[in-house]
C-alpha cells in the first residue's frame, strides 16, 4: 500500500464556532482518534490539539483536534487509490488511515476528516480497489461485463494491504457471477457479505437473440 504524506496543524479551540471559522478560511477540521480503547488512568494528553474522551466502564481513547488545508488531501481524498497516511502533528509522526469523511450534500466539497492510528502488529478494516483481469467467456459471447463492486472491505495488518484486489474474470460466463465468497487472497480476510456479486457478465439483447435462435435449430 502506497504511503502519503500529511501535515496537520493542532487546534485548541473546538466547537461549532471554531470549525465554522476552519472552513471559512478554506480549510478542514480533522480528527486523529488514537490506539483501541485504554484504561482510562492510562490515557493522557500531553499535546497540543490531544484530548481524553471518556467512554465509560473505565475505557477511554486520546484523540487529536487538528487542520488540514483543502489543497493537502486532495491527492488523498479524490483517488481511487487507497493510502497509508503518514500524518505529522506536533512534530510527530504517526501512521493512520482514514476513518470516515462528510462532505457537504449540495457542493461536495469536505466538511470533516477523521483518521485512525494504526500500528504494525494489529489488524486494519480498509476498503481496497478492485481490478478485473482477462477477457471473459461470457462477453466473448455477446454479453456485457459489469463491475459490481468498485472495492472490497478486507481485515488484514497494514503490511499486507495490496493496492489493489485484482479478480481473474476469464471463466466468466454469459449470465454468470463472481461473489465474495469464491474470492480468496494471501494475508487478508474479506469482510464483505460472501454472497455480495463482485462481477457480472449480464445478457444483452443480442445475446438473448442469439440464444433463443440456437435453442430453436
Known sequence: ???FQLEGTPRTEVGKKAVKAIRKEGNIPAVLYGSEPIALSEAK???A???VVDLGDNKAVVVTDFVVTQESVRGLVYTPEVFLVELTLNG?????IIKDIQFHPVTDAILHIDFQQIFPEK???IEVPVALEGHAEGVKAGGKLSLEMRK???RALYKDVPEKLTVNITDLGLGKTIQ???LNFDNLELVNAKNAVVAAVKLTRAARGAMAANANK
Open 45 to 47: 494528553a500531553l499535546n
Open 180 to 182: 465474495v465468497g469464491a
Open 49 to 51: 490539539g490531544e484530548k
Open 92 to 96: 510527530k509522526q504517526t501512521m493512520a
Open 123 to 125: 489488524p486494519i478494516v
Open 152 to 154: 472490497l472491505k478486507v
Open 1 to 3: 500500500m502506497k504511503t
